[in-house]
């Protein structure tokens, strides 16, 4: 199991800002960031109001971002920080399909805030999964449907098409699909998800299919869902000046705090949060 002083969930400037504070503190650093060319900095084509690099598009700024802080030895995990779960003095985090332990935590995933469907919320652990290396094996010969948002849905349902008896796969948001796969490409649009009897009821708009289980995966995870007692107001995470939350050893910056959603802002949080964590392991450090 991989251990780390600090782990860091997000992949924007705040991700990035914090990681190389972090590694300049001396703390064994990793940044856990499920790539995507979707975000809003991905796609601007020029950025002037970032001071020293002007006329600057988004993707090459983090791009640089990304290079600077690897040379600085901070680990990237290309992977989506799935659940974390305190233990004791450390937080274990799912990350792809392997735990993350570390000392502390640093949120810094964006303002985005992922949309459920109608009845996936309440049936989130009976028979609603987000992680098919957790759950997979409680529908082996099975049938199951997976309703996925981005290309990592591809693996997870290969994976489960060597447990489950069949594997219907559909589409939340259109991504390339693998030639021949061990899954049935369905149509239809998933709209809601409900449970009659011992089976659960996928609607979509071609109509409503029965499963034994349904898997869902999308490239971000909301806040309160990836760390259950985590407080949020609205799509924002509260923190205070030092960028804590209300939870120990647990950080967030950059646009998940909230307005603006500037650049400049997000890299000076990322700062703050790092001192932050710092300060307080070596606090424990001395305890």
């Not at 997979?136 to 997976?146: I, S, T």
Request: glycine fraction near 10%; charged fraction near 20%.
């Amino acid at each position: 199991m991989a251990s780390y002083d600090l782990l860091i969930i997000g992949a924007g400037p705040a991700a990035w800002s914090c990681a190389m504070t972090a590694r300049q503190r001396g703390l064994t650093t990793a940044v856990a960031c499920a790539q995507s060319a979707t975000s809003w900095l991905q796609r601007a084509e020029r950025i002037d109001n970032y001071p020293g690099l002007p006329q600057i598009s988004g993707k090459e700024l983090l791009s640089r971002f990304r290079a600077q802080a690897a040379d600085m030895g901070v680990v990237i995990i290309e992977q989506l920080a799935r659940q974390i779960m305190p233990s004791g003095d450390i937080y274990m985090t799912l990350v792809g399909n392997d735990i993350i332990e570390s000392r502390a935590i640093v949120l810094a995933m964006g303002a985005a805030r992922p949309k459920l469907l109608p009845g996936e919320e309440e049936l989130l652990g009976r028979g609603v999964s987000w992680c098919g290396t957790c759950d997979g094996m409680f529908y082996r010969g099975k049938k199951v449907a997976v309703l996925s948002a981005w290309t990592g849905g591809i693996e997870e349902a290969e994976f489960l098409a060597g447990l489950a008896s069949e594997v219907d796969y559909y589409l939340l948001a259109q991504h390339a699909q693998p030639e021949n796969p061990p899954y049935r490409l369905c149509e239809g649009k998933p709209q809601s998800i409900r449970r009659e009897e011992n089976q659960l009821v996928l609607k979509t708009d071609a109509g409503e299919y029965r499963y034994d289980g349904i898997f869902i995966f999308r490239p971000a995870v909301s806040p309160d869902t990836l760390l259950p007692g985590l407080k949020t107001e609205g799509a924002f995470i509260p923190v205070d000046r030092r960028m804590a939350t209300n939870l120990p050893r647990v950080y967030a910056c950059g646009d998940c705090t909230g307005q603006p959603l500037q650049i400049a802002k997000a890299v000076g949080e990322g700062n703050v949060a790092a001192i932050s964590a710092s300060a307080d392991l070596s606090k424990g450090a001395r305890a």
